[in-house]
Protein backbone atom coordinates (compact mmCIF):
# COMPACT_ATOMS: atom_id res chain seq x y z
CA UNK A 1 0.00 0.00 0.00
CA UNK A 2 1.32 3.59 -0.69
CA UNK A 3 1.19 6.13 1.78
CA UNK A 4 1.52 10.01 0.64
CA UNK A 5 2.58 12.87 2.96
CA UNK A 6 0.88 15.98 4.18
CA UNK A 7 2.79 17.70 1.74
CA UNK A 8 2.08 15.15 -1.49
CA UNK A 9 -1.84 15.40 -0.59
CA UNK A 10 -1.96 19.35 -0.07
CA UNK A 11 0.09 18.93 -4.21
CA UNK A 12 -1.91 16.35 -5.44
CA UNK A 13 -5.42 17.48 -4.14
CA UNK A 14 -4.89 21.34 -4.02
CA UNK A 15 -5.21 21.54 -0.77
CA UNK A 16 -3.46 23.40 1.84
CA UNK A 17 -1.11 21.69 4.40
CA UNK A 18 -2.83 23.80 7.14
CA UNK A 19 -6.44 22.50 5.72
CA UNK A 20 -4.92 18.99 6.47
CA UNK A 21 -3.68 19.12 9.83
CA UNK A 22 -6.90 21.15 11.07
CA UNK A 23 -8.85 17.98 9.60
CA UNK A 24 -6.78 15.92 11.35
CA UNK A 25 -7.16 18.03 14.69
CA UNK A 26 -10.64 18.06 14.86
CA UNK A 27 -10.90 14.31 13.37
CA UNK A 28 -12.67 15.02 10.52
CA UNK A 29 -9.74 12.86 8.54
CA UNK A 30 -7.42 11.45 10.70
CA UNK A 31 -4.30 9.82 8.31
CA UNK A 32 -3.82 6.51 8.64
CA UNK A 33 -0.04 6.40 9.80
CA UNK A 34 1.84 9.22 12.27
CA UNK A 35 5.24 8.11 12.28
CA UNK A 36 7.18 8.95 15.94
CA UNK A 37 7.96 11.98 15.02
CA UNK A 38 4.10 12.93 13.94
CA UNK A 39 4.74 13.14 10.74
CA UNK A 40 1.28 12.30 8.87
CA UNK A 41 1.02 9.80 6.25
CA UNK A 42 -1.58 9.20 3.91
CA UNK A 43 -3.52 6.09 2.07
CA UNK A 44 -5.32 6.26 -0.98
CA UNK A 45 -8.64 5.92 1.22
CA UNK A 46 -7.56 8.73 2.86
CA UNK A 47 -7.16 10.59 -0.33
CA UNK A 48 -10.95 9.51 -1.50
CA UNK A 49 -12.59 11.13 1.63
CA UNK A 50 -10.12 13.99 1.51
CA UNK A 51 -12.17 14.58 -2.07
CA UNK A 52 -15.11 14.15 -1.19
CA UNK A 53 -14.75 16.58 1.67
CA UNK A 54 -13.26 18.62 -1.06
CA UNK A 55 -16.46 18.34 -3.17
CA UNK A 56 -18.85 19.14 -0.10
CA UNK A 57 -16.69 22.25 1.22
CA UNK A 58 -17.59 23.41 -2.42
CA UNK A 59 -21.37 23.83 -1.80
CA UNK A 60 -20.57 25.46 1.34
CA UNK A 61 -22.13 22.91 3.72
CA UNK A 62 -20.05 23.15 6.95
CA UNK A 63 -17.77 20.85 8.01
CA UNK A 64 -20.10 19.72 11.06
CA UNK A 65 -22.81 18.74 8.44
CA UNK A 66 -20.00 17.03 6.63
CA UNK A 67 -18.70 15.27 9.57
CA UNK A 68 -21.90 13.22 9.73
CA UNK A 69 -22.82 12.36 6.87
CA UNK A 70 -19.30 11.93 5.01
CA UNK A 71 -19.20 8.21 5.90
CA UNK A 72 -22.28 7.08 4.99
CA UNK A 73 -21.93 8.58 1.10
CA UNK A 74 -20.59 7.33 -1.91
CA UNK A 75 -18.86 9.17 -3.65
CA UNK A 76 -21.54 8.76 -6.52
CA UNK A 77 -23.76 11.03 -3.89
CA UNK A 78 -20.96 13.29 -2.87
CA UNK A 79 -20.76 13.78 -6.74
CA UNK A 80 -25.23 14.03 -7.02
CA UNK A 81 -24.94 16.42 -3.82
CA UNK A 82 -22.67 18.87 -5.39
CA UNK A 83 -24.36 18.88 -8.74
CA UNK A 84 -27.45 19.56 -6.84
CA UNK A 85 -25.77 22.41 -5.10
CA UNK A 86 -24.50 23.82 -8.86
CA UNK A 87 -27.52 23.32 -10.38
CA UNK A 88 -29.13 26.28 -7.32
CA UNK A 89 -26.32 28.15 -7.47
CA UNK A 90 -26.61 28.33 -11.63
CA UNK A 91 -30.68 28.82 -10.59
CA UNK A 92 -29.56 31.98 -8.17
CA UNK A 93 -27.21 33.34 -10.87
CA UNK A 94 -29.84 33.11 -13.61
CA UNK A 95 -32.42 35.05 -10.90
CA UNK A 96 -29.61 37.48 -10.67
CA UNK A 97 -28.97 38.54 -14.17
CA UNK A 98 -32.92 38.17 -14.93
CA UNK A 99 -33.43 41.06 -12.09
CA UNK A 100 -30.45 43.14 -13.12
CA UNK A 101 -31.48 43.21 -16.90
CA UNK A 102 -34.55 43.80 -15.25
CA UNK A 103 -33.15 47.23 -13.92
CA UNK A 104 -31.38 48.03 -16.49
CA UNK A 105 -34.02 48.09 -18.81
Known amino acids: MDYFTTGEVAKRLNMSVRTLRYYDQINLVVPTLKD ?3 K ?10 LQKISLLTET ?3 LKDIE ?3 NDLSIEKVLT ?6 ETDRKALEQSLLHTQTLTS
Open 40 to 49: RFYSENDLLL
Open 60 to 62: SMP
Open 68 to 70: QII
Open 36 to 38: ENG
Open 81 to 86: VHKMQL
